[in-house]
C-alpha cells in the first residue's frame, strides 16, 4: 500500500511538471474586484485547496466560475480585502502566485496544509464532547492546572456539540510537550471534562506534534460526529436553515446541488470542504456573492462516478451542507479581547463569562508577537439577550481597554433571528440556473 501511494504521488508530480499550474492575476478586467485565473491538471480536492489558499488570506470571494470536467481544471474567481477593495499589495499578490503556481508543486506536499505536518513548537489537541454553559472555561481551566499555554486554537459549537482545536506549550520551555505520561493525563482529564453527565453521546480528546489546517480538522471532525444529524425537536429552526437542495441532471449524469443562504466570510471553503469530505467532485460551479445573499450552484458526482442515487443519499448531502454552513454561523455577542500573552490568560477570562452567566459558542484564540489576540462569541447561558450591564461589569473586571465589544447586543439579537431565506423569492428568477434552464428534473 505504501509503495502504491508514493507512486501516485511521483505519478501526479509528473503531471505537474509536464502541466504547471498556470495563475493569472488582472486588476483591470473588473470594475470592483480583483479576477484571479487558476488553470491546472485536475485532481481529487484541488477545488478545495485554491480556495483554502484564497481564504487563509482573509480576501473575499464575491464570484466564481468553476470547471473541471476532464483532466484540466480551470476557475476564475472574483476576489476583493476585507474592505470590499482590490488586492493591489504586491507581496501579497506574489504569495498567491507561487502557491497555486508552478512552484507549489516543489514547496508543498500534494495536500498542502490540510495533512498534518511534525511540529514541535506545539502540541496539538483535538476535543469533541457535548456542549453546555462553561465548557470552554472548564477545559482551559484543566489546562492551566496542567502548566498548558494555549497559544492558538479554534472552538466551534453547533447541534448541541463542541468541537476544538488547541495549540498549546509547555509553561516552563514554551515548546511543545512531548513526555508521553504527561500526555495521557491531559487526555484523560479533558475526556472527563468533556463526558460531563451526558451518557448517550461520546467525547473523545486526541494530542499529537502535528500541524493541521484548523478550519478543515474542525469540520472533519464534527462531520465524523454526525453533528448534521437532528432531532424532531428542530423542526422550529426550520426557516432559520439555509436553502439547500439536490436535483439530478439526467441528460449529463450530474446531481446539480443549489444553495442560497445569507453571505459571510470563508461561506465557499466551508461549502466545498464538505462536499470534498464526502467525497464528491465538483465539475462545474457558479457562486454569487455580491451582495447579503450568497448563491451557490454545484454540478457533481461521487468519487466513484455517480450522481446521487437515493432519497436517503440526497438528504445526508443536504443535512451535511445545512450543517457546515451554520458552523460557522456568529450566533451571539462579539467581543474582543487584546493584551500581553500568559499562561492562564484563557481560564480567567472565560471563568469571568461563566461567573455572569455567559456561554460561548465560538472562540477564535491567537497568540502574535508576545501578544493574546482572540475573539468570542457569547450568549447570555438563559437564551435570554445580553445584558449590557453585564458585558460592562465584565469589561470593568478585565479592562475596558483590554476587552471590546463589536456590536451592541441588540444587533447581535437581530442577526441571528435573521432568517437566511429571507432573499429566496428575488433569486428564484435568476437566470443562472441550471433548473431555470429546464436541464434538470426533479429528484422526485
Same mark, same amino acid.
Given at each position: 500500500m505504501s509503495f502504491s501511494h508514493d507512486m501516485d504521488n511521483e505519478y501526479e508530480k509528473?503531471?505537474?511538471?509536464?502541466?504547471?499550474? #498556470? /495563475?493569472?492575476?488582472? !486588476?483591470?478586467?473588473?470594475?470592483?474586484?480583483? &479576477? *484571479? #485565473? /487558476?488553470?491546472?491538471? !485536475?485532481?481529487?480536492?484541488?477545488?478545495?485547496? &485554491? *480556495?483554502? /489558499?484564497?481564504?487563509?488570506?482573509?480576501?473575499?470571494?464575491?464570484?466564481?466560475? *468553476?470547471?473541471?470536467?476532464?483532466?484540466?481544471?480551470?476557475?476564475?474567481?472574483?476576489?476583493?480585502?476585507?474592505?470590499?477593495n482590490k488586492v493591489t499589495d504586491e507581496g501579497l499578490l506574489d504569495y498567491i502566485r507561487k502557491s497555486l503556481g508552478p512552484e507549489s508543486c516543489f514547496f508543498a506536499p500534494p495536500v498542502r496544509s490540510v495533512g498534518v505536518k511534525p511540529s514541535m513548537d506545539h502540541t496539538a489537541i483535538e476535543l469533541i464532547g457535548s456542549d453546555r454553559p462553561g465548557l470552554l472555561s472548564e477545559v482551559s481551566a484543566v489546562l492551566t492546572n496542567l502548566k498548558c499555554n494555549v497559544v492558538n486554537g479554534e472552538v466551534w459549537t453547533h447541534n448541541t456539540r463542541a468541537a476544538a482545536v488547541l495549540q498549546v506549550t509547555d509553561e516552563e520551555t514554551g515548546s511543545a510537550i512531548t513526555d508521553p505520561e504527561r500526555l495521557s493525563r491531559i487526555k484523560q482529564l479533558l475526556c472527563n471534562v468533556l463526558k460531563g453527565s451526558n451518557k448517550h453521546r461520546g467525547a473523545k480528546t486526541v494530542v499529537s506534534h502535528g500541524v493541521t489546517h484548523t478550519e478543515r480538522r474542525l469540520h472533519q471532525m464534527m462531520f465524523a460526529d454526525r453533528d448534521y444529524d437532528r432531532t424532531d425537536d428542530d423542526a422550529l429552526d426550520e426557516k432559520q436553515r439555509p436553502n439547500v437542495s439536490v436535483d439530478n441532471w439526467y441528460d449529463k449524469d450530474y446531481s446539480v446541488v443549489t444553495i442560497r443562504s445569507k453571505d459571510r466570510p470563508k461561506l465557499l471553503f466551508d461549502t466545498v470542504c464538505t462536499l470534498t469530505d464526502m467525497q464528491y467532485v465538483v465539475f462545474h460551479a457558479s457562486i454569487d456573492a455580491e451582495g447579503p445573499e450568497a448563491y451557490?450552484?454545484?454540478?457533481?458526482r461521487h468519487i466513484d462516478g455517480s450522481p446521487v442515487k437515493s432519497d436517503a443519499e440526497r438528504q445526508r448531502v443536504i443535512q451535511c451542507l445545512e450543517a457546515a454552513i451554520e458552523r460557522r454561523v456568529s450566533e451571539g455577542l462579539k467581543l474582543e479581547l487584546c493584551t500581553t500573552d500568559r499562561v492562564g490568560l484563557l481560564s480567567d477570562v472565560t471563568r469571568i463569562f461563566r461567573e455572569n452567566s455567559l456561554t460561548v459558542t465560538r472562540a477564535e484564540v491567537a497568540t502574535k508577537a508576545g501578544k493574546a489576540v482572540?475573539?468570542?462569541?457569547?450568549?447570555?447561558?438563559?437564551?435570554?439577550?445580553?445584558?449590557?450591564?453585564?458585558?460592562?461589569?465584565?469589561r470593568q473586571v478585565i479592562g475596558q481597554t483590554i476587552l471590546k465589544v463589536k456590536g451592541s447586543p441588540q444587533e447581535s439579537k437581530s442577526v441571528s433571528q435573521e432568517s437566511p431565506t429571507r432573499f429566496l423569492f428575488g433569486g428564484l428568477f435568476k437566470s443562472r440556473s441550471f433548473v431555470n434552464f429546464g436541464l434538470v428534473r426533479s429528484y422526485s
Open positions: 509528473f503531471i505537474r511538471r509536464m502541466n504547471p499550474p #498556470r /495563475v493569472v492575476i488582472d !486588476n483591470e478586467a473588473c470594475k470592483n474586484a480583483t &479576477v *484571479i #485565473r /487558476v488553470d491546472s491538471a !485536475n485532481k481529487h480536492g484541488i477545488l478545495l485547496e &485554491v *480556495i483554502q /489558499v484564497l481564504t487563509d488570506l482573509n480576501l473575499i470571494i464575491t464570484k466564481a466560475y *468553476i470547471s473541471s470536467d476532464g483532466g484540466w481544471f480551470m476557475d476564475v474567481f472574483n476576489v476583493t480585502d476585507q474592505d470590499g451557490q450552484e454545484y454540478c457533481i482572540n475573539t468570542f462569541y457569547v450568549r447570555d447561558a438563559s437564551g435570554c439577550p445580553v445584558d449590557s450591564k453585564t458585558i460592562d461589569s465584565i
